[in-house]
């Protein structure tokens, strides 16, 4: 069967396209933000049912955004992968036909120029190499992939467990020895990569963390990478998730983030929400919501 057409947004003259990977189990909801409690979610009425389940368990979803910009075919973030061995078994082993969708979607993997890290976890990385004759291979050989020079630090001056290990040894490090891997230093005011592309420091979740902001014609979206998980974290900025690196730091992250987005036209796109996944950022009570934006 074909793969159903990629959702998508307009920001200006841009398309920006969610290239689904798989949706996430409701135990890695109650898992990662361990905050979000059922009675926290049923506090937020708009959170369902697009964004927690019946239970009230937070939604959540593996996916990159895609889009051409100045020429380029950019992806941003390349999800869990194929065949890697990992402890969770939300990550483990998948079998998806993701490069299917990437393609249909006019990218195919050859023809990718730019892959954005938001930073170097095991699920924002995996498609940074595919199994090729028992080795990992580049996905993407053409491509230049940037990730923030901070990040890339951070983690070789870590004390990795043998998981870790064996994420950067199957993603990162093949990318790494094949000169494809470039990293940018980013700035507090941002880093501009492209004409409209921009990479904004956001640390917390990782030192490193960058947010991809779009720019065109004068509308902007803005990628959020980890540095906000889901939507119950506009309505709860202090809910962090269980692998922040810095929680205190992710948290101040997330209300300064959210309070520049308030009331403006800058479409959100959330790396990890659940379809409708898009939308715009409003005061409500003592926080925020998403007013959600579907995909055309
Ligand atoms: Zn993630």
Redesign the pocket.
Known sequence: MPPAPTPSWTVGDLTVHRIDEVPLPPATGRWLLPGATPEVVAGQDWLRPHFADADGVPRLHSHSFAFVLDGLRVLVDTGIGNGKQRADPAWHDLRTDYPRRLTAAGFPPDAVDLVVLTHL?A??VGWNTREADGAWVPTFPRARYVTARAEREFWAGYAMEEARRQMFRDSVLPVERAGLLDLVDVPAEGLRLLPGLRLLPTPGHTPGHVAVELTSRGRTALITG?CV?HPVQLAHPAIGACVDIDPRRSETTRRELLASLAGTDTLLLG??FAPPTAGHVLAHGDGYRLRPVPPV
Do not use: K
């Open positions: 976890h699920d924002h980890d998980h790396t990890h």
